[in-house]
């Protein structure tokens, strides 16, 4: 057995197959925690991280191994990211969206498994869906993958405006992407837009752009409260190009897509939230350090083991248990074989996991700032930067209330909801 993973604090009955991919994580983690306060202060993302990544293999670690990739699953991805966080939040929240554009080639090929597709659609959602994996595993490029905007409906928790339109030998593409990370750094863009014939999901597609594709460019770059140096900035498409071997364009893809997937939206949403338990768990081993070596003046006591100390310590301890607690469950809710959960239910969980995981990762950074103390508070050093970070949590996506409002509705009425909307231009 080769030795213990940094992901094995979070994913903890590892295979040996398992282990291997997160020890492939541990080796950049030094380059990661070289840069991250830098990162931090200049809200840059340190571009000498995606040859790193890359080189590592780790840009295909959910990509099958007849693709070029490392053969991983969520399981693997929620360990990745955790780990990664643990020393730059911001480089795994960005690696977290790169690898979340393998479900656009893999969601594809598991809905002609299931009999979805008729036989003239097959070849070529085939070959969208193999185009993806190949180009993150044997060509070991950085996908971004891009859905959200700034536009908001009641209805639906991500609101598609961006519209392609047909054209001599492909698609023109124009909207503007909010979020998503990796803006000019990612070699490719795979953006959700919804066809101009309809304004169904069932007319949502999704198509593969070039950074560099004439068109592209980027939003005004924002200076965020954390999370700085993800390159969240967005998008803008403006008659952009894409030939039709860049699109899977097939009616109702985008939908069957979901049908297919274990979890909310198009699974592995959990790896999301994974990223914040690792910058929590960091914050927490930062203040449990401190804690147990630094004494009270002229003793050998630590100041740790204060009355009131202690019962900051256990407050930690118990929100960082809590977060980890509703993240096992929902990766066991979506890996587990037979299924333990029907999907709706398993979404469900989900809408009310991911505000308990965030809430619960926040709340570590502000015990461990009341157990630290005033020294511990400079805007480089770990505790503000774990606030700073683990607060975006609360916004990022969905506020909790939402979760929990959405959840609540299906328990009501026994439906789950609309996810994904559109919305004319």
């Not at 604090?9 to 380059?31: G, N």
């Not at 914040?276 to 804690?291: C, K, M, P, S, T």
């Not at 709340?363 to 005033?374: E, F, L, W």
């Amino acid at each position: 057995m080769t030795g213990r993973a940094i992901g094995e604090l979070f994913i903890q009955d590892m295979t040996d197959a398992e282990r291997a991919r997160a020890l492939k994580v541990d080796s950049v983690l030094p380059a990661l925690a070289e840069k991250a306060v830098e990162a931090d202060l200049s809200g840059t993302f340190p571009i000498e991280h995606v040859r790193t990544i890359s080189e590592a293999g780790l840009l295909g670690l959910t990509v099958p191994t007849d693709y070029g990739g490392l053969g991983g699953g969520l399981r693997d991805l929620a360990a990745a990211t955790f780990a990664m966080a643990t020393e730059c939040a911001s480089t795994s929240l960005a690696y977290f969206f790169q690898c979340s554009g393998s479900s656009r080639g893999l969601l594809p090929l598991a809905a002609i498994e299931a009999g979805l597709y008729d036989s003239d659609e097959i070849p070529v959602v085939r070959a969208f869906g193999e185009k993806i994996l190949r180009r993150m595993g044997d060509e070991g490029r950085w996908v971004a993958n891009f859905a959200s905007e700034s536009v908001r409906t009641k209805g639906a928790a991500i609101t598609i405006a961006t519209e392609a339109s047909r054209t001599d030998g492909g698609w023109l593409v124009n909207g503007v992407k909010s979020f998503g990370c990796a803006t000019g750094v990612a070699d490719d863009y795979l953006v959700t837009a919804k066809l101009d014939t309809g304004d169904t999901a069932e007319h949502l597609a999704v198509f593969l752009i070039d950074r560099t594709a004439p068109g592209t460019g980027e939003r005004t770059k924002w200076d965020a409260v954390g999370m700085r140096a993800t390159a969240t900035h967005g998008i803008v498409l403006e008659d952009v190009f894409v030939s039709d071997d860049d699109a899977l364009t097939v009616p109702g893809s985008f939908v069957k897509m979901t049908q297919v997937s274990r979890g909310s939206f198009v699974g592995n949403q959990v790896a999301l939230s994974s990223v914040y338990i690792g910058a929590a768990q960091a914050v927490y081993d930062f203040a449990i350090n401190f804690l147990t070596t630094t004494t009270y003046h002229g003793t050998d006591e630590p100041i740790g083991t204060s009355n009131v100390h202690q019962q900051l310590v256990g407050s930690m301890r118990r929100h960082l248990d809590t977060a980890m607690l509703w993240a096992r469950r929902q990766i066991a809710l979506e890996t587990a074989n037979p299924e333990i959960l029907h999907k709706d239910d398993v979404v469900a969980n989900w809408r009310i996991a991911k505000g308990e995981i965030a809430d619960n990762c926040f709340q570590v950074a502000v015990q461990a700032m009341k157990a630290c103390g005033t020294s511990n508070t400079g805007m480089t050093g770990p505790i503000s930067r774990a606030l700073r970070d683990l607060s975006m949590g609360l916004v990022q996506g969905f506020p909790a209330e939402r979760g929990r409002l959405e959840a609540a509705s299906y328990l009501v009425s026994g439906s789950e909801g609309a996810q994904f909307g559109t919305t004319g231009t």
